[in-house]
């Protein structure tokens, strides 16, 4: 059985960070492209970063230099760490197995995606 468990997330203030590990099961974790997306409450949903399996990482461009996505392969484990947050960073971030195309094409599948963690970026 897949499982994604992403956990991190929380309060902070703008100006802050918080640090997104999500932790993988049931499938072969260092074979495959891991994704984190976003959506803020009644809006839709965002991409923010992927890694692939030999470690290159792309970044929406609001992200770039802000956000950095990591993984340990030895732990099954994608991070994202977020620095520099604001209120608009504001939202559930999700982790899912595969690229950008799985996003799309299995929204919220619980086989591919993790239940999300909520940020909030608030003074």
């Known amino acids: 059985e897949v499982q994604l468990v992403e956990s991190g997330g929380g309060l902070v203030q703008p100006g802050g960070s918080l640090r997104l590990p999500c932790v993988a099961s049931?499938?072969?974790?260092?074979?495959?492209?891991m994704t984190w997306v976003r959506q803020a409450s009644g809006k839709g949903l965002v991409w923010v970063a992927d890694?692939?399996?030999?470690?290159?990482?792309y970044y929406a461009d609001s992200m770039k230099g802000r956000f950095t996505i990591s993984r340990d392969n030895a732990k099954s484990t994608v991070f994202l760490q977020m620095n520099s947050l604001k209120p608009e960073d504001t939202a559930v971030y999700y982790c899912?197995?595969?690229?950008?195309?799985?996003?799309?094409?299995?929204?919220?599948?619980?086989?591919?995606w993790g239940r999300g963690t909520q940020v909030t970026v608030s003074s």
């Open positions: 899912v197995i595969g690229g950008l195309h799985t996003v799309i094409q299995r929204p919220f599948d619980p086989d591919y």
């Open positions: 049931g499938f072969t974790f260092s074979n495959s492209t």
């Open positions: 890694i692939y399996s030999d470690g290159s990482s």
